[in-house]
C-alpha cells in the first residue's frame, strides 16, 4: 500500500464521524451544509477576531454562541475554525478540545476526555490528584513549553454547554473560566447553546 492511501485512511474518529454525517446529510436530504454562514458576518468577524487573539497573541477569552437548534451556531463556529486554521503559525501551535454536554456526562468523564484530546495520557500515568482543579491544573501545566508567550494556546469547545452548567457545583466550568482569567496557559472557552 502506498504511504498517500494510507494517510487518507487514517481519520481521527471525530473526522470519521463527520465525513459520515455529511455523506448521509447529501444522500438522504439532497442537500449540502453551505461552505459560509449567511446573515451573519458580523458574528463571523468577532469570533474571528476573538478566536485569533488566542491563537496569535496569546490572549485567553471565553465567549457564549447563544441560539436556537439548527440556528447555524456549529456552522459558524466550524467555519471561524477552519478560516483560523488556515494560517501555518495557527495551525501548528493551537490545541482543539471538544467536550459535548451529551457525552461527558460529568466533570471527571470530562476531565478523563482533556487529557486523551490533549495526548496527555502518559504525563498523568498513575498520579493521583487531590481535586479536579489541582489534575486540571496539572494538564495545563504540561502543556506550557515556557513563559505565557510560548504557551499553547488551547480552544475549549463545550457544545451542548447548558448541560455541562448542570453538572453538580460546576467544577469544569469554573476551573476552565477560572483559568481563561488568569495569567496562564493562553485559553479560549467556546460554549455553544443546546
Same mark, same amino acid.
Given at each position: *500500500?502506498?504511504?498517500?492511501k ?11 464521524? %463527520?465525513?459520515?454525517?455529511? *455523506?448521509?446529510?447529501?444522500r ?7 461552505? @459560509?454562514p ?7 468577524k468577532? %469570533?474571528?477576531e476573538?478566536?485569533?487573539r ?8 471565553s465567549? %457564549? ?5 439548527g440556528?447555524?451556531?456549529? *456552522? ?20 482543539q478540545?471538544?467536550?459535548?454536554g %451529551?457525552?461527558?456526562t ?19 500515568g498513575d498520579?493521583?490528584?487531590?481535586s ?12 506550557k @513549553?515556557?513563559?505565557r ?14 448541560l455541562?452548567?448542570h ?10 473560566f477560572?483559568?481563561s ?12 447553546t443546546c
Amino acid at each position: *500500500m502506498s504511504k498517500r492511501k494510507s494517510k487518507e485512511n487514517c481519520l481521527t474518529h471525530g473526522e470519521c464521524i %463527520l465525513k459520515a454525517q455529511r *455523506m448521509l446529510r447529501e444522500r438522504f436530504c439532497h442537500q449540502k451544509i453551505p461552505g @459560509k454562514p449567511f446573515g451573519v458576518e458580523s458574528q463571523h468577524k468577532h %469570533l474571528l477576531e476573538l478566536l485569533k487573539r488566542t491563537a496569535v497573541h496569546g490572549e485567553s477569552n471565553s465567549v %457564549l454562541i447563544v441560539g436556537p437548534r439548527g440556528a447555524g451556531k456549529t *456552522m459558524l463556529l466550524n467555519c471561524v475554525l477552519n478560516e483560523l486554521l488556515e494560517v501555518k503559525h495557527v495551525q501548528e501551535n493551537v490545541l482543539q478540545v471538544q467536550l459535548n454536554g %451529551l457525552l461527558q456526562t460529568d466533570d471527571r468523564i470530562a476531565l478523563k476526555e482533556i487529557t486523551r484530546q490533549l495526548h496527555l495520557e502518559n504525563v498523568v500515568g498513575d498520579k493521583v490528584f487531590g481535586s479536579f482543579a489541582e489534575n486540571l491544573a496539572f494538564l495545563l501545566e504540561a502543556l506550557k @513549553k515556557g513563559d505565557r508567550s510560548s504557551s499553547r494556546p488551547v480552544l475549549f469547545i463545550l457544545d451542548e454547554f447548558d448541560l455541562f452548567a448542570h453538572h453538580k457545583n460546576q467544577t469544569l466550568l469554573y476551573n476552565l473560566f477560572d483559568v481563561s482569567q488568569s495569567a496562564q496557559t493562553p485559553v479560549a472557552v467556546i460554549g455553544l447553546t443546546c
